[in-house]
């Protein structure tokens, strides 16, 4: 008969295997995080793949607003409370230019050994600050969660009309988790 360690090396062995240098090194991410679901998660979790180290900035109450051109539902306190179980280390980036923060965060020795890297979810693939970032280092994008959208949450359940947010709540939605008609044409709901 088989022991449990025997099995839990089996299990082990169907594992995809991790990149050379793995447990060396560091992902940066930086984000939003306002009414964290399951994409963000999926996300955070998969940052794993890349390295052992994780690192997210969040964007403060108001660069987010200068950002989206809307108020935050949770404060960063909470955002970065929510973050926090997935990564190893936060920080605040007051500005919507996250450029300083990240090359504060990246020591010149992670760049010179190959030891960090970016990642973040396929979203928004002209990130602010991505030519120094790959410029220095690897960036990896990490596919979306289907149907995941905080625009769409925040349509749902704070609009002012309740008339929006039925039809938010059962609008068809895109591949990035935004409500669409029947056209594929983006539908425009005032939270």
Same mark, same amino acid.
């Given at each position: 008969?088989?022991?449990?360690? %025997?099995? =839990?090396?089996?299990?082990? !062995?169907?594992? $995809?295997? &991790?990149?050379?240098?793995?447990?060396?090194?560091?992902?940066?991410?930086?984000?939003?995080?306002?009414?964290?679901?399951?994409?963000?998660?999926?996300?955070?979790?998969?940052?794993?793949?890349?390295?052992?180290?994780?690192?997210?900035?969040?964007?403060?109450?108001?660069?987010?607003?200068?950002?989206?051109?809307?108020?935050?539902?949770?404060?960063?306190?909470?955002?970065?409370?929510?973050?926090?179980?997935?990564? %190893?280390? =936060?920080?605040?980036?007051? !500005?919507?230019? $996250?450029? &300083?923060?990240?090359?504060?965060?990246?020591?010149?020795?992670?760049?010179?050994?190959?030891?960090?890297?970016?990642?973040?979810?396929?979203?928004?693939?002209?990130?602010?600050?991505?030519?120094?970032?790959?410029?220095?280092?690897?960036?990896?994008?990490?596919?979306?969660?289907?149907?995941?959208?905080?625009?769409?949450?925040?349509?749902?359940?704070?609009?002012?009309?309740?008339?929006?947010?039925?039809?938010?709540?059962?609008?068809?939605?895109?591949?990035?988790?935004?409500?669409?008609?029947?056209?594929?044409?983006?539908?425009?709901?005032?939270?």
């Amino acid at each position: 008969k088989e022991t449990v360690e %025997d099995l =839990i090396e089996e299990v082990n !062995s169907y594992k $995809p295997r &991790l990149p050379p240098g793995w447990e060396n090194r560091k992902v940066y991410t930086i984000g939003c995080f306002d009414l964290f679901h399951r994409g963000h998660q999926n996300v955070l979790v998969s940052l794993r793949e890349f390295g052992a180290y994780i690192v997210a900035g969040i964007h403060d109450d108001e660069s987010y607003y200068q950002l989206k051109k809307k108020y935050t539902i949770d404060n960063l306190e909470t955002r970065m409370k929510n973050v926090k179980p997935y990564v %190893d280390q =936060i920080y605040v980036i007051p !500005s919507t230019d $996250p450029l &300083l923060y990240i090359k504060s965060m990246v020591s010149d020795q992670d760049i010179a050994n190959g030891s960090c890297c970016y990642a973040r979810g396929d979203d928004m693939l002209n990130f602010p600050g991505r030519e120094w970032v790959e410029a220095h280092m690897p960036v990896h994008f990490v596919p979306r969660t289907e149907g995941c959208s905080s625009t769409l949450i925040r349509t749902i359940y704070h609009a002012d009309s309740a008339e929006i947010r039925e039809k938010a709540a059962f609008a068809k939605t895109r591949y990035d988790g935004k409500p669409i008609d029947e056209n594929g044409n983006v539908l425009k709901f005032q939270a």
